[in-house]
């Protein structure tokens, strides 16, 4: 699976978008882009994929840019529950053994009061 | 959602002993199942790869034979740290991908400290 990089450690003001950025430049064709969450001391939680457009779901948006090299989490209004660790990973989907989830550093993301 | 549990969620066992800890999917069939481990500030590390009915496929620098991993059902996958010593205290969590939806999920962890 290709790598990703994140920044380490970023903030963001309670009722504000937090927007988490990824850099995947080595992405393949059929690599998909996922984001999982993790709060302390709990199981990742799945947030949204995608492939090459633009995802949208009840917990965040996924803006991936045209060449597929990057990509964007954006939760719209942050609240003080979504303080965790943000992780951008790259994935084949649709294949079990080769799409296992290697997890990098990942952002921790910390909304302020 | 799919729904992935574990058991137990914490565990404090005493050096040289062997704990198990269990791992289901409740609402799916899976397939395949992952095994990671997670020290304190640190990022999820993949052990193994579990597939039912056959032998675990596990990362480079994790010992089969002190982590073994069993996956007799479609639902259940079994991960057993055979003589336990302190610094095999972890997070471990593991996560099952469902045969309808190539989709994984994660188990919410079970803590292990060794005395």
């Known amino acids: 699976d290709a790598k990703t990089t994140q920044p380490t450690s970023m903030d963001c003001a309670e009722g504000r978008a937090a927007n988490l950025p990824c850099n995947h430049s080595t992405i393949s064709g059929n690599e998909y882009v996922y984001w999982y969450r993790q709060i302390h001391s709990q199981g990742p939680q799945y947030i949204i994929h995608?492939?090459?457009n633009n995802e949208t779901n009840e917990m965040a948006s996924l803006i991936i840019t045209e060449d597929r090299k990057s990509s964007t989490l954006i939760l719209p209004h942050a609240t003080l529950r979504d303080t965790a660790v943000y992780y951008c990973?790259?994935?084949?989907?649709?294949?079990?053994?080769?799409?296992?989830?290697?997890f990098g550093q990942g952002t921790t993301l910390q909304v302020k009061p | 959602g799919a729904v992935v549990s574990q058991h137990p969620s914490r565990v404090i066992c005493k050096s040289g002993t062997s704990v198990k800890i269990e791992c289901r999917s409740l609402d799916f069939q899976a397939t395949t199942m992952f095994w990671y481990r997670q020290f304190p500030k640190q990022s999820l590390m993949l052990m193994a790869t579990?597939?039912?009915?056959?032998?675990?496929?596990?990362e480079q620098g994790v010992e089969k034979d002190k982590f073994l991993i069993n996956h007799a059902s479609l639902t259940l996958s079994t991960l057993t740290v055979t003589s336990a010593h302190p610094e095999d205290s972890s997070f471990y969590i593991c996560?099952?991908?469902?045969?309808?939806?190539?989709?994984?999920?994660f188990g919410p962890g079970t803590r292990l400290t060794v005395t």
């Open positions: 990973i790259v994935r084949v989907r649709g294949s079990s053994n080769t799409g296992k989830l290697i």
């Open positions: 995608g492939l090459k």
């Open positions: 579990s597939n039912e009915g056959s032998k675990a496929t596990y």
């Open positions: 996560s099952a991908i469902s045969g309808e939806t190539y989709e994984q999920y």
